[in-house]
């Protein structure tokens, strides 16, 4: 298999976490696809059901925050929020 096909499948199979048997010539010049993999996927590797977990808790915290936080608390004041999760709540809609 030629090199550039060979980068190319290494990528995708070690992106989804699944360790690929490399001969010892090769692996020097992985160097930038791996760092490309870390840049990508993060310094923790998940399985693909992972990323959509974290995903999906992330979106619902996101939610919770514009619906109690900026709804309820700020704009009709029906709901009082503690000084914490206001800051909290504030930080995480900011970024």
């Not at 060979?6 to 199979?13: D, K």
């Not at 070690?14 to 010539?25: E, K």
Request: net charge positive; aromatic share 18%.
């Amino acid at each position: 298999m030629p090199d550039g096909l060979r980068a190319i499948a290494y990528r995708t199979v070690y992106a989804f976490g699944i360790s690929l048997y490399l001969h010892q010539r090769f692996s020097a010049d992985l160097a930038r696809p791996v760092m490309l993999s870390h840049l990508l996927y993060g310094a923790i590797r998940l399985p693909l059901w992972g990323y959509v977990a974290f995903t999906f808790a992330m979106v619902q915290l996101m939610f919770l925050g514009v619906t109690l936080y900026l709804h309820r608390d700020q704009s009709h004041g029906g709901l009082v929020l503690h000084p914490a999760l206001r800051h909290f709540f504030r930080f995480w809609l900011w970024f």
